[in-house]
């Protein structure tokens, strides 16, 4: 079965900096656009940065970009969320998501596979 696993959350001080990870297996990752997501309290799930299936193609929210990047290294089914600069409004549960289209979509309807999702923390 298909099983993505984050991991890398925590807690850090505003400024900091968080690499999250995101483990893929039971699917042909390559052929699969990835994407990260987050969640914070009492909120909906807010769309964070996605990437396609080859790496070559990346669309990023207009709150994190210049700050986060993603990137992906098909070799190891493995998917990264290198968070910089963060801020207390980047606290949020993680998750990261698989979708089977080739484009790069922020609805997480468009999403078949979730995570368990990773907190990140992030204190003033």
């Known amino acids: 079965q298909v099983q993505l696993v984050e991991s890398g959350g925590g807690l850090v001080q505003a400024g900091d900096s968080l690499r999250l990870s995101c483990a893929a297996s039971?699917?042909?990752?390559?052929?699969?656009?990835m994407g990260w997501f987050r969640q914070a309290p009492e909120k909906e799930r807010e769309f964070v940065v996605a990437i396609s299936g080859n790496g070559t193609s990346t669309y990023y929210a207009d709150s994190v970009k210049g700050r986060f990047t993603i990137i992906r290294d098909n070799a190891k089914n493995m998917v990264y969320l290198q968070m910089n600069s963060l801020k207390p409004e980047d606290t949020a549960v993680y998750y990261c998501?698989?979708?089977?289209?080739?484009?790069?979509?922020?609805?997480?309807?468009?999403?078949?596979?979730w995570g368990q999702g990773a907190q990140v923390t992030v204190s003033s």
């Open positions: 039971g699917l042909p990752f390559s052929r699969y656009a």
């Open positions: 998501a698989a979708n089977p289209d080739y484009g790069l979509y922020s609805a997480p309807r468009q999403y078949n596979y």
